[in-house]
């Protein structure tokens, strides 16, 4: 039985029930969306052949403790990273280091920042130098089930029309929607109720009401679906090691439809790809 409650009332803690925020929920998860699209909105002249994934996290680590924020992932479960960087068959949780990017790699940048007690979560694919057409198309894929994904979200559907309109577009291009991994309830805390499946039936999981907020992120491949979890305890790669793209988004369920708390100032929200 699914319950729905008040958030201002609350306990910080996932309690399995999902949150309703207000106004004043609303405003606050737009101040930390705003930061971390920003963030990733800076990336995009930093993301270039030679450049580590392990400069790229120290980047998003200053840019956030110069506007009061801190990186929600930084010692989060013995997570020691301030950002999740993905690259090519990477599905994602990739952690940074100092491996030098290469020309013709993909790589997805996941941000996270708390500011004021709210989550701002949101991830962008980034092309390194010149990428190859298989590579661009999949990146295209993946944003276009992501933005199809958003378009089925408003109150009284049921969040089944989120995964059926992502699995629909991405098997009908060929590619295929991990299963392991989903979106997630977000706001006050950095994982909560409900969960949000990239997969499914329009009739499926529990019904959006105003006030829900929570993140979209398919996570698509050009080869088969399943994936690994590599022997540190977060890095998910492809088994078949086909490339993987990813874009995240948070959403606020309105009476109207819905508001993306993470869009890009700049709108740079698909970077290097034609507009």
Known sequence: MVTYLDAS?????????IRLYGEEGFAGMRKACDLTARCLDELVPMVKPGVTTEAIDRFVFEFG????????????????????????HVVCHGIPDNKPLKEGDIVNIDVTYILDGWHGDSSRMYPVGTIKRA??????????????GIAAIKPGARTGAIGAAIQTYAEAERCSVVRDFCGHGVGQLFH???NILHYGTVNEGVEMRPGMIFTVEPMINLGRPHVK????????????????????????VTDAGCEIFTLSPK???RPGLPA
């Open 9 to 17: 009332t609350a306990p910080l803690r996932n309690t399995g029930q």
């Open 65 to 88: 403790m110069d506007h009061g924020a801190l990186p929600a992932t930084l010692n989060y479960r013995g997570y020691t990273k301030s950002s999740c960087t993905s690259i090519n």
């Open 135 to 148: 590579a661009e198309r999949l990146l295209e894929v993946t944003y276009e089930c992501l933005m199809r």
């Open 192 to 194: 909560d109720a409900p």
């Open 229 to 252: 979890v590599l022997s540190d305890g977060w890095t998910a790669v492809t088994r078949d090691r086909s490339l993987s793209a990813q874009y995240e988004h948070t959403i606020g």
């Open 267 to 269: 709108k740079l929200d």
